[in-house]
């Protein structure tokens, strides 16, 4: 397998590790940066992310075999309708977006039947530094990409992307694009949520700078993704609110079960509660950890 000019639009973490790992892995001739900070581009250039800067999306398109668009999920669909008077029936589009109903629509409604050359994807690779300095070839290297094709999607397309993320070293998935966000709504947008209201309310307290200050371990690890990208996790939870905001509930509901524990210095009951939730997380662990490491 081997690409022409690859499109990278967005290179952050994630778009600029994608040109990395595909330089790595020798599956792109030529990787082309595009995006709204002219800064990020020369650093990109500057460290051999990417091999040159595209003036504009027609230069960009031309010839194009493939565009990853790896900006925060709230510009997708601008991003899609100035790209769409420019787009060939033969370059494939994917993305990195954490959302994936609301992508699927910005898709449908920018490029119209060409929304066929579009498969939605979702590395599962962040982390909670970002920018382009982040930026590695092995980031992807065994982690996991979740695909949501579309019906429309030809069968070599989805393919392709595909076999490109395993040249990156992912381990590939597929879901629907709904049961995507319903999932991730629990298992990521949640938890990031959670962190950066935590340290906000900390940040807001009088004595806050003693609080951090005494801060160790425990706090480091649980606040870890609260140094993730704002405005891309403001664009995440108000694209994915609905599942969200359900997930958000049933918390607020374990949080009322424990604080009546806690309240009636219930020791059985908050053994128990912790005992469970420990058993679970090792095993997932577990789960995690190869045969023989």
Known sequence: M???KVVVCGVGLIGGSFALALKAAGVATEVVGMGRTQAALAEALERGVIDSIAPDWADALAGADLVFLAM??????SVLSSMAPYLSSTTIITDGGSTKADVVTAARQALGVRCAQFVPGHPIAGAE???VAAARADLFYKKRVVLTPLAENAAAHIDLVEQLWKACGAEVSRLDADEHDRVFAAVS?????LAFALVHEFAQRADSDQLFGFAAGGFRDFTRIASSHPEMWRDICLANR???LIELDAYMVELMRARVLLAGADAQGLQVMFDT???RRDAWLDS???PGE
């Open 72 to 77: 925060p999920v709230g510009q997708v669909a």
């Open 288 to 290: 995690l950890t190869p």
């Open 129 to 131: 530094k970002s920018g």
């Open 189 to 193: 947008h949640l938890p990031h949520f």
């Open 2 to 4: 081997k690409l022409g």
């Open 277 to 279: 939730a420990r058993t």
């Open 242 to 244: 609905s599942a969200l």
